[in-house]
């Protein structure tokens, strides 16, 4: 089974740059059957596919953030990372990463998602 | 980006009850629908896929139908457990979306 935890600070300052890890346990994330993804919710709202990156490192963004989001992979650590700069309020969240499925394109693992607020 | 529509908004209920939630798709996509059921404080959890095909261990009681713009999900007889909120979710381009949630309540 599959398991993902987030890390990372849950306060990050306005125009700064927020940085999660999502850490793969009881699989390897270079096994090729899954994309490796971010998604957030903004509390008591809907949820908002950020991006996905494979184990080769090829990425996909969503256009909405693209601009300011960079997700990495480190097969080594069975880990892989979100950045998304210049940050603001609208960027508070509750943030997932998830796997996604290789071929029947599912959520199939969650993570249990971590709350990052923005706030000076 | 694809927009997806579900309906109702949410819904009243009682255990024992049919329900069934609509989703609707600004543009075909296809079989590549996915459902989930997202209770308070948690992630979501996968229930149905490619519109039709249930998650492994997820209860009979739900399934899933439908191809192109319209989908359904159905509890056939409901449990306490089963008071949650349901998303949709397209996979048939990017960027993915998902619909706006259907808070199920009990009555």
């Known amino acids: 089974q599959v398991q993902l935890q987030e890390s990372g600070p849950g306060l990050v300052k306005p125009s700064q740059t927020l940085s999660l890890t999502c850490t793969v346990s009881g699989g390897s994330i270079s096994s090729g059957g899954h994309y490796w993804s971010w998604i957030r919710q903004v509390p008591g709202k809907g949820l908002e596919w950020i991006g996905f990156?494979?184990?080769?490192?090829?990425?996909y963004y969503n256009p909405s953030l693209k601009s300011r989001v960079t997700i990495s992979v480190d097969t080594s650590k069975n880990q892989f990372s979100l950045k998304l700069n210049s940050v603001t309020a609208a960027d508070t969240a509750v943030y997932y990463c998830?796997?996604?499925?290789?071929?029947?394109?599912?959520?199939?693992?969650w993570g249990q998602g971590t709350l990052l607020t923005v706030s000076s | 980006d694809i927009q997806m529509t579900q309906s109702p908004t949410s819904v009243s209920a009682s255990p024992g009850d049919r329900v069934t939630i609509t989703c609707r798709a600004s543009q075909g996509v296809s079989s590549w629908l996915a459902w989930y059921q997202q209770k308070p404080g948690k992630a979501p959890k996968l229930l149905i896929y490619v519109a039709s095909s249930l998650q492994s261990g997820v209860p009979s009681r739900f399934s899933g139908s439908g191809s192109g713009t319209d989908f359904t999900l159905t509890i056939s007889s409901l449990q306490p457990e089963d008071f949650a909120t349901y998303y949709c979710?397209?996979?048939?381009?990017?960027?993915?979306?998902f619909g706006q949630g259907t808070k199920l309540e009990i009555k």
């Open positions: 998830a796997s996604l499925g290789y071929n029947d394109r599912n959520f199939d693992y």
């Open positions: 990156i494979y184990y080769s490192g090829t990425a």
């Open positions: 979710q397209q996979a048939d381009s990017f960027p993915y979306t």
